[in-house]
């Protein structure tokens, strides 16, 4: 799903995705370390083409808020930036991952019958 939606919905629309690729990428940092270039990768798969203007910053928020710890390594001559999850990021996957299952549950009643 793109996140390109026309106004006037497009904007809230946009935040509810923007919730999702929040909690998609702990859910991955919380797997392995994970990069912006990869994580951008693995969105793509999904439907979410977010720009870099979108990704960085959105990690540098998921870090500030305590949830991502960045790691600054070398590879190939190049600084690379990846990132962990942290106790209190895995602590908001898994309420996150409660809530969406109940309303999965909720959302989901009789859609597919």
Do not use: N, W
Not at 35 to 56: K, M
Request: net charge positive.
């Amino acid at each position: 799903m793109p996140l390109k939606i026309q106004e006037p919905t497009g904007r809230m629309i946009r935040q509810f995705f923007l919730g999702f690729v929040k909690i998609h990428i702990l859910h991955h940092a919380a797997e392995e370390p994970v990069c912006g270039v990869d994580l951008a990768q693995e969105l793509s798969r999904h439907g979410y083409r977010l720009s870099p203007g979108t990704l960085y910053p959105t990690l540098h928020g998921l870090e500030a808020a305590g949830y991502l710890q960045c790691h600054v390594e070398l590879r190939s001559g190049r600084r690379r930036r990846s990132y962990t999850i942290t106790r209190s990021g895995l602590k908001a996957l898994t309420q996150a991952r409660r809530q969406i299952r109940e309303l999965t549950k909720e959302v989901m009643k009789g859609a597919l019958d």
